[in-house]
């Protein structure tokens, strides 16, 4: 629905030059109990006056430690 409205964004993560991550869930967290899947809920619209030079799932564990039930998403922009 945001996609498609007349605001014409863009999904930050779909048109980075980078990418680093694919999910901002695991599965069974509050509110999605019974999903058994990692998801990708969280997102970052943008315009197109906006270069995105990178989108990055963060907050998840890896480099820096879980502090949520949903991971971080860091956008670069220029």
Same mark, same amino acid.
């Given at each position: ?16 030059? *980078? @990418? &680093?991550?694919?999910?901002?869930? #695991? ?7 019974? %999903? ?14 906006? *270069? @995105? &030079?990178?989108?990055?799932?963060? #907050? ?7 502090? %949520? ?10």
């Amino acid at each position: 629905m945001i996609l498609k409205s007349p605001l014409e964004l863009f999904d930050s993560h779909k048109v980075a030059r *980078r @990418v &680093i991550g694919t999910h901002t869930i #695991l599965a069974d967290i509050d509110g999605w109990e019974d %999903s058994h899947q990692q998801l990708k809920v969280d997102y970052a619209f943008v315009s197109s006056t906006f *270069r @995105v &030079i990178s989108s990055e799932v963060t #907050l998840d564990g890896g480099t820096e430690p879980i502090v %949520s039930d949903h991971f971080g998403l860091l956008i670069q922009l220029k």
